[in-house]
């Protein structure tokens, strides 16, 4: 049955069962894979909206911006639309250079940083082919109202760890930051933000490594892209366009 042919609610059923059946093998039998399908996203930004929520994200950090692309001349002209997550690279240049050794590839493939061994130096920031990574400058959004509200302190779950925003000196403030594909979202056996939540249905998620998942049907079209492959990045974050 095609794609087309699913009601979203099952498609979302199926990467859930998906990610629970990867999640019953070690970690390094996982390789978890987002694909993102361009004819369906339609720029609403909701992920990017869902994300910045899951992740208590402050103001300057984002981690799924949606990129827009204008194609043709007036008038005679198309948009389309790119989000852009990070790209969990097989071989990321955003690890190489991290004098703190901070940040890692896991055996999932997902890039972990560690916030307490970040020193903040932003070589990561620099690195990154694809802009994923923004620093945190520890700003809030009531800066300069009366009162900092609680909401912003609430600790987010990054990597599993719980991490409040006690101040402008603690961690993560003064860490880089990128998305994590819900890592903590996924280990509990639910999907991303951004997955759950994508208007178009045009965001999947699973295990690249279970050749019943969702994904892996995904990834074997021949509408399958990766960003800028010369750079030689190796992404797992996989485009159909
Ligand atoms: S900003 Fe942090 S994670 Fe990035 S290179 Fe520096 S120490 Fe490593
Ligand atoms: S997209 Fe950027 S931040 Fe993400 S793994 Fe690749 S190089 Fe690192």
Same mark, same amino acid.
């Given at each position: 049955?095609?794609? #087309?042919?699913?009601?979203?609610?099952?498609?979302?059923?199926?990467? #859930?069962?998906?990610?629970?059946?990867?999640?019953?093998?070690?970690?390094?039998?996982?390789?978890?894979?987002?694909?993102?399908?361009?004819?369906?996203?339609?720029?609403?930004?909701?992920?990017? &909206? !869902?994300?910045?929520?899951?992740?208590?994200?402050?103001?300057?950090?984002?981690?799924?911006?949606?990129?827009?692309?204008?194609?043709?001349?007036?008038?005679?002209?198309?948009? !389309?639309?790119?989000?852009?997550?990070?790209?969990?690279?097989?071989?990321?240049?955003?690890?190489?250079?991290?004098?703190?050794?901070?940040?890692?590839?896991?055996?999932?493939?997902?890039?972990?940083?560690?916030?307490?061994?970040?020193?903040?130096?932003?070589?990561? #920031?620099?690195?990154?082919?694809?802009?994923?990574? &923004?620093?945190?400058?520890?700003?809030?959004?009531?800066?300069?109202?009366?009162?900092?509200?609680?909401?912003?302190?609430?600790?987010?779950?990054?990597?599993?760890?719980?991490?409040?925003?006690?101040?402008?000196? !603690?961690?993560?403030?003064?860490?880089?930051?990128?998305?994590?594909?819900?890592?903590?979202?996924?280990?509990?056996?639910?999907?991303?933000?951004?997955?759950?939540?994508?208007?178009?249905?045009?965001?999947?998620?699973?295990?690249?490594?279970?050749?019943? !998942?969702? #994904?892996?049907?995904?990834?074997?079209?021949?509408?399958?892209?990766?960003?800028?492959?010369?750079?030689? &990045?190796?992404?797992? &974050?996989?485009?159909?366009?």
């Amino acid at each position: 049955m095609a794609l #087309i042919d699913i009601k979203p609610h099952e498609i979302r059923k199926r990467m #859930i069962d998906d990610i629970r059946r990867a999640l019953q093998k070690p970690i390094q039998d996982r390789r978890w894979v987002m694909v993102i399908d361009q004819e369906k996203c339609v720029g609403c930004t909701a992920c990017t &909206t !869902s994300c910045v929520a899951e992740n208590h994200l402050p103001p300057g950090v984002v981690y799924r911006p949606v990129v827009e692309e204008e194609h043709g001349n007036y008038p005679n002209v198309r948009k !389309s639309f790119l989000p852009r997550p990070c790209m969990q690279c097989d071989d990321p240049p955003c690890v190489k250079v991290c004098p703190a050794h901070a940040t890692w590839k896991r055996m999932d493939g997902i890039i972990e940083i560690n916030y307490k061994r970040c020193i903040g130096c932003r070589y990561c #920031i620099s690195a990154c082919p694809y802009s994923a990574r &923004t620093f945190d400058m520890g700003y809030f959004y009531t800066d300069n109202t009366p009162e900092i509200m609680q909401y912003e302190r609430e600790p987010n779950f990054e990597y599993g760890k719980a991490w409040p925003r006690k101040d402008r000196e !603690s961690s993560p403030v003064g860490n880089a930051r990128k998305c994590t594909y819900c890592i903590h979202k996924v280990e509990k056996g639910m999907l991303p933000a951004c997955v759950s939540t994508c208007i178009g249905d045009a965001t999947y998620f699973g295990d690249a490594n279970d050749p019943k !998942s969702l #994904i892996a049907e995904l990834l074997a079209s021949p509408r399958a892209r990766k960003l800028r492959e010369e750079e030689g &990045t190796e992404p797992a &974050t996989t485009y159909l366009v």
